[in-house]
């Protein structure tokens, strides 16, 4: 029983202080340029396989009148009416497949156009005047 009871305390003339292990220097910061992202990010688990896969390709007919042509940027500002199937009529800005379908229209005509919608991309790929 001596012995036990000996053996938590310290020794006559030993200094109390931090063990070696404490008074090392902390340990180095991670390498983060030792690290690579992962080659491929996946699917998380569980997500539905409607999820997974992309939507096809949509096309929707639509008629309008043009209140801006923007050449440069290649795309034109509308009032347009209700697209079926797509959206409620509105004032809105459209990029366009090809910059020369703009040269055909200017501010104040009534246009009919395709519009391409692709995964949540819209894209006009069809403009002309509209027949009077």
Not at 6 to 15: D, I, K, S, V
Request: net charge negative; proline share 10%.
């Amino acid at each position: 029983m001596l012995a036990s009871a000996c053996a938590g305390r310290p020794q006559e003339g030993a200094a109390a202080g931090p063990t070696p292990q404490a008074a090392a220097s902390p340990a180095p910061p991670i390498p983060w340029g030792t690290i690579e992202p992962p080659k491929q990010v996946g699917v998380p688990a569980g997500t539905p396989a409607s999820q997974q896969t992309r939507a096809p390709v949509r096309t929707f007919h639509g008629t309008g009148v043009v209140r801006s042509v923007n050449l440069k940027e290649g795309w034109f500002e509308i009032d347009h009416e209700d697209i079926e199937g797509y959206m409620a009529a509105m004032r809105m800005q459209w990029k366009v497949r090809d910059v020369s379908m703009l040269n055909s229209v200017s501010a104040g005509d009534k246009v009919e156009f395709t519009l391409e919608e692709d995964n949540g991309s819209e894209l006009v790929i069809e403009l002309k005047k509209a027949r009077p």
